[in-house]
Nanobody, 121 residues
Framework: QEELVESGGGSVQSGGSLRLSCVAS???????MSWFRQAPGKERERVAV???????SYLDSVEGRFTISRDNAKKTLYLQMNSLKPEDTAMYYC????????????????WGRGTQVTIFA
């Protein structure tokens, strides 16, 4: 059984919007949840993270355009992406990491398989 399953990717025109979802089969409410992306030939980067208290943090290049949220009752993580740009094209992954009581750790225990986002000009 896959612990994290992403969906919602697709191909949209620059300036458009997409909403990614990540459904968890784990007890996701106790984890910090992150969205990562990786474009061909580039390193993976964390786009956004939300802690157990729903405090979000974003990569500078997506601040103001992307919104991360979580619905613990539905065990689902979201990433609303607006004003999309061609440079947002990548495979997007969700991941779960531990919360140590003070902050999210970099110990990622679960990863999804990803959903492809393609933005064309």
């Amino acid at each position: 059984q896959e612990e994290l399953v992403e969906s919602g990717g697709g191909s949209v025109q620059s300036g458009g919007s997409l909403r990614l979802s990540c459904v968890a089969s784990i007890h996701s409410s106790i984890y910090c949840m992150s969205w990562f992306r990786q474009a061909p030939g580039k390193e993976r980067e964390r786009v956004a993270v939300i802690d157990v208290y729903r405090n979000p943090s974003y990569l500078d290049s997506v601040e103001g355009r992307f919104t991360i949220s979580r619905d613990n009752a539905k065990k689902t993580l979201y990433l609303q992406m607006n004003s999309l740009k061609p440079e947002d094209t990548a495979m997007y992954y969700c991941a779960a990491s531990a919360y140590n009581g003070l902050r999210c750790t970099e110990s990622f225990e679960y990863w999804g398989r990803g959903t492809q986002v393609t933005i064309f000009a």
